[in-house]
């Protein structure tokens, strides 16, 4: 959805999703996901939408890379 409405340049969106994003991410300790969220944040509050895209890009694969953390170290300490 945060692609989404970046495609659509949907400021008020990419403002509250990202806000969530890096909030969830500091909760669960992904900090390189929080600091781009953040950074989208903020580029959202001044409109930057070149930089939002572009931020979008790295956020993609800052997730992916989150996401393989997360999931080995769950299969790493299932019980079951």
């Known amino acids: 959805k945060l692609k ?7 400021y008020q969106d990419i403002s509250e999703l990202a806000h969530a ?11 390189r996901l929080s ?4 950074v ?4 959202a509050q001044v409109r930057d939408s ?3 895209l572009e931020k979008m890009r790295e956020l993609s694969s800052i997730f992916d890379h989150t996401q393989a953390e997360l999931n ?9």
């Open 21 to 31: 994003l890096d909030g969830s991410s500091r909760t669960i300790g992904a900090k």
């Open 40 to 43: 989208i944040y903020k580029q």
């Open 4 to 10: 989404q409405s970046a495609d659509r340049a949907d």
């Open 72 to 80: 080995q170290f769950l299969e790493k300490h299932s019980t079951g």
């Open 50 to 52: 070149e930089s939002i």
């Open 35 to 38: 600091k781009i969220a953040d």
